[in-house]
């Protein structure tokens, strides 16, 4: 029998469950946080860009000693047709400043990182360990949990599930429903070794700076999603990624989709002479604020990606991860000060606090958009960005026609795949969805 | 009682890999497990524990990450973890490992009482030489008994160990007074998975952490590579197979398979066919 009861038990040691209990350490709470992995970072897989302002925010000095790869100063928009890229490339020197905004970094390492100054800070944690469920009293107030080694529940006066996108945990103990094969992307990535000298070369960069491609079109063939390449010190990761219920529609495989990005004209020269290091793939919550299930009940929170906090459209997540972590350790915290239980009704602080953040002001803002994207994939996926390499390649291709005859023939294109209307309202519903 | 296990924290062979220009190992990014044997050796120890009520504690030279194994052994079970760790120590072959653990084990009979009985595992998968255990026996003056496959009957009163040996073309049933030192061979047992307790208990232990000084070794030149007489003439790759495996399909029986997988073993290797006749010729004059 264990006797010891936490302040806080955390459920995952990814960037969510690290940010919670840090957090919750750091202040002094008796806190216990429980992987199933090895190690933290051992199940964890992301593009990976590190959004320093989250992490500042709970490690300020992050960067002395932190796993980083390369800061971001180079940013790719890519809209994709199969032979073809139309860019939009935003580059500054900005980004070389002091302390810098973006870095990419391979989650293995940084979760490592991440999980030692957890432990430095105080925090119990115990890897290979599953949660199995959570332990309730008579009147439904989480008390503890319950692993799938052998001996008896450990009690807790709350719980923070940052459990990962399928929230299994969650759903055992009938707080939530399964995860909506609509509201999650498959994401497969790679990492690609190229000697360093040989990424600055082929990417214009010295030093320690980075480019990220962020790619969209015939990519992902009607469906929807989006792929990726990122530079890291001495590695590349490439991936695409899109919505299961997209997969499950159609019979393309993940793998099949992966290499034909890696085998595109505008991917393939960015990877020639490449070792494929290592292969991975993660479910993504994208379904975004409509899909955020309840966050909090009595003696227990949900942050991370278990809260489907991702915005898909800025490709973050990492940030809202840390965020929520941070916000739910804070609430945890103060009402640890106070002594006050915690019930449900003095855990929705939780909630009101995250209403303040950019966390949930982002995700509201974009609520309309993974549904849109999704029910317009075929032309937002497919037709648009086929139009407009037809429509760029008209224009740059000098072929002794006149201009004014190259502008009525892109126009033609548009007109002959979609009709004035059909364009005016997808147009119309991306503004709305946008604002 | 008392019980040492020696472990070692040993790159994952199936994760490494050898540099195609350098021929050196790339051990960065792989990560770290316990030597395999050593866990045969460890729930040896533990099942031991579990009869006796003895303390198992878990003994391991390396880096100070070592400590990272030392825990896992402490979620298993065991009740102590010491870390030998010194500078002077890096580059040891089996000479100098030997030398450095068998002081650090003559400070644990010291400290906290002298084992009756040592266990390691039968060899190290990143080395293959399973000269350490015995290194360690012959210095600290235990009776060894090495490839061991079964722990027969241990009496304490008695003061005596039976175990079962592989050996080649047989098993050998020996017996021996304590202490001990035994190596495990592998798939002796099972190891088990560790309590929620165990784990809360590993996840709060502190490694006790030795240097060289600690355990009194006065003479440096008997450690690490000074003191390793090894030399490593030359790493390689070995050239991978380009056979492949072949699945041989056929319908019906298990002759009409069984029949269908010889003939596909003579049209591989014609000179089989013609060999295995003449032992049965042989066999039947």
Sequence with gaps: ?435 | MHIVVCIKQVPDSAQIRVHPVTNTIMRQGVPTIINPYDLFALEEALRLKERFGATVTVLTMGPPTAADSLRKALTFGADRAVLLTDRYFAGSDTLATSFALSMALRKIAADFGAPEIIFTGKQTIDGDTAQVGPGIAKRLDYNQLTYVSRIVETDLDAGTIRVERRAEGGIQVLQTRLPVLVTMLEATNEMRRGSIENALIAARAPVVTWNATDVGIEDLTKCGLRGSPTIVKKVFAPTARTEKAVIVDADGSADAKAQALVEAIFARAPTVEHELNEQAAHHYV
């Design chain 1, 1 to 435: 029998m264990i006797e010891e009861k936490f302040d806080a038990i955390v459920v995952g040691a990814g960037p969510s469950g690290n940010a919670a209990a840090y957090t919750m350490a750091r202040e002094g709470l008796n806190v216990l946080q429980i992987e199933r992995g090895e190690y933290s970072g051992s199940k964890n897989v992301q593009g990976a860009i590190l959004y320093a302002d989250a992490l500042e925010k709970i490690i300020p000095d992050f960067r002395e000693d932190a796993p980083l790869e390369r800061h971001v100063i180079e940013q790719r928009m890519w809209m994709m047709d199969d032979k073809s890229h139309t860019g939009a490339h935003y580059r500054s020197e900005d980004f070389n400043e002091e302390k810098p905004n973006r870095y990419t970094i391979l989650r293995a390492q940084f979760d490592k990182w991440f999980s030692s100054k957890v432990r430095e800070a105080g925090a119990l944690v115990l890897f290979e360990t599953t949660v199995t469920e959570l332990v309730k009293d008579l009147s439904g107030q989480v008390i503890g949990v319950r692993t799938d080694r052998q001996g008896s529940p450990i009690m807790a006066n709350v719980v923070i599930l940052a459990e990962g996108v399928n929230g299994l945990v969650g759903q055992r103990s009938g707080l939530r429903d399964e995860v909506s094969p609509d509201s999650v992307a498959l994401a497969v990535k790679e990492m690609h070794f190229l000697p360093r000298e040989t990424i600055e070369a082929r990417f214009n960069l010295t030093g320690n700076e980075g480019v990220v491609i962020e790619a969209m079109g015939t990519i992902t063939r009607g469906m929807t999603g989006t792929g990726f390449l990122y530079t890291n010190e001495e590695s590349i990761s490439v991936g695409i990624g899109c919505i299961v219920s997209d997969f499950a529609e159609s019979d393309v495989t993940p793998n099949e989709l992966l290499e034909a990005f890696k085998n595109h004209p505008s991917i393939k020269p960015l990877l020639a002479g490449s070792e494929c290091k290592e292969y991975a793939a993660h479910l993504i919550p994208e379904g975004g604020y409509r899909a955020i299930p309840r966050l909090t009940g009595p003696g227990w929170i949900v942050v991370g990606d278990a809260g489907q906090f991702v915005n898909a459209v800025h490709r973050e997540g990492s940030n809202l991860a840390m965020t929520t972590g941070r916000v739910a350790a804070e609430t945890v915290v103060a009402l640890t000060r106070k002594r006050e239980p915690m019930t449900a009704a003095a855990l929705k602080d939780y909630e009101k606090r995250l209403e303040q953040t950019f966390v949930m002001k982002d995700l509201k803002k974009y609520q309309g958009i993974p549904a849109l994207l999704h029910a317009r994939k075929g032309a937002f996926f497919g037709a648009y960005p086929r139009l407009v390499s037809q429509a760029m390649q008209t224009w740059f291709r000098v072929d002794g026609t006149d201009k004014k005859s190259k502008e009525q023939a892109i126009y033609r294109n548009f007109r002959e795949t979609r009709t004035l209307w059909g364009m005016l309202g997808d147009a119309f519903n991306l503004v709305r969805a946008w604002r």
